[in-house]
């Protein structure tokens, strides 16, 4: 096949990449027949092993003492397996620690990558299980010690061999290295090893034809990944990529929020001419507004379909009903509006809602009160919905590295743009995170609906101004 594979099995601290550490690891070369060359290393992991951790490995705290630490075997790792596909049993688990550990040197490790767990399930389906501890026993493969590095790599050695050896297993592995891509539908200049050159990293990609021009622009968690699927289905679109791109380059932005205002942006300003807006509805929950029989300005929480939205007057969007039920709640109380013509209390005919029982409706639900004083702060309402922003705020996320997070800056109402800020610096000082955003775009409806869902998530900092 005349390959190089770097067959890998790393023992960890615990099973986050982003917080625990590497104690050991083994690298086998193999080049599809044979062994190559072997190589292995306990590794101080600079952190607590826990109790757990090692009765599973047999690994303590005093075997990893005087072992050297990862930045100390990084060159060998990287000289073993460059030029090679990293191999590895459940491969995203080794490979994200080894390209975490890379990222807190400042370095981008980036390799293609094969997974035996997948290579398994084809090679040999229909077994009840894939671990690698069920492999091992499935096939008598003998170990020493399992759990320890270099063990488990020349089991994963045994189980990739006999893959090999299976009728179909040298496509199978050929399909997986070149991420799925139809090599049929690839463009010109283009090829798979120009491919495996993108990033593993969030960001935008901008895909260009002959003469410079742009041809399509899009975002992702993973450009590598998210590029090779263009390239892996037999769609109009791919067909039109296969036949204008030229060349791709990408802009890396670390946070997945800047990388979908930057791509609103993009397609907004410089027009590539096989964007089309294809995007899921994020907000699917919607308050509408309409009148009553009696003229009452009345409001609803619904879930439409396409077809229904076009016929609603639509005043706000959400991800969820609870918060479109949590807004109409705020205007029952803050503008003492009736909670049934809000949609919140069920009701009919000329019977008032409970509300009015305990004073807090003036009894619009039995035309107890004038419609043009209901109405007069119903539209005060509606302006309330339909402001996207209560505060001025800073929402802040990862960076493009361990030393950095990204800022996006909303200031009256309006979504301000997005810088990079090192932490160095501190992230208490706001008129340095507002000097961060030196990135500056265009407000609109669209990014002001993408922050509105990170905002609702609640997943990122928010720093209110």
Known sequence: MNKRYAIIFIETTGGKASRHRITEIAIVLHDGAKVLETWQSLINPESYIPQGITELTGITQEMVADAPKFYEVAKKVVEMTEKAIFVAH??????????????????????????????SRKAFPGLRSYSLGKLIKHFDIQVDARHRAMADTMATVEVFEKILRQEEGEDQVKDLVNLGIKEALLPQNINVEFLHQLPEACGVYYMHDKAGNLVYVGKSINIKKRVAEHFSKVTEKARKLQKYV?????????????????????????????????????????????????????????????????????????????????????????????????????????????????????????????VVTYNERAEEAMDYLKTVFEHDFLLVDQGRNEQEKTVVWVQDGEYQGYGHLDISEGIDNVDYLKDCVNTRFESNPEVKK???RFLLDGELQLIKL
Do not use: W
């Open 90 to 119: 459940n491969v995203r688990f080794d490979y994200g620690f080894i390209r975490e550990e890379f990222k807190r040197l400042g370095y981008a490790y980036s390799r293609r990558q094969l997974c035996t767990v997948r290579l």
């Open 246 to 370: 030229h060349d791709i380059s990408y802009e890396v932005t670390g946070s997945e929020l800047a990388a979908l205002l930057l791509e609103s942006h993009e397609i907004k300003v410089l027009r590539p001419y096989v964007n089309r807006a294809q995007r899921r509805r994020n907000f699917p929950v919607v308050i509408h507004k309409f009148q009553d029989e009696h003229g009452y300005i009345c409001f609803n929480a619904a879930k439409p379909n396409a077809k229904e939205r076009k016929q609603l007057k639509i005043i706000a969007e959400y991800t969820k009903m609870s918060q479109a039920k949590s807004r109409l709640q705020r205007i029952i109380k803050g503008y003492e509006l009736c909670a049934r013509l809000c949609g919140i209390e069920k009701g009919h005919g000329n019977k008032v809602c409970f509300n009015y029982h305990i004073k807090q409706c003036h009894g619009a639900c039995g035309q107890q009160e004038a």
């Open 450 to 452: 993408i922050i509105r």
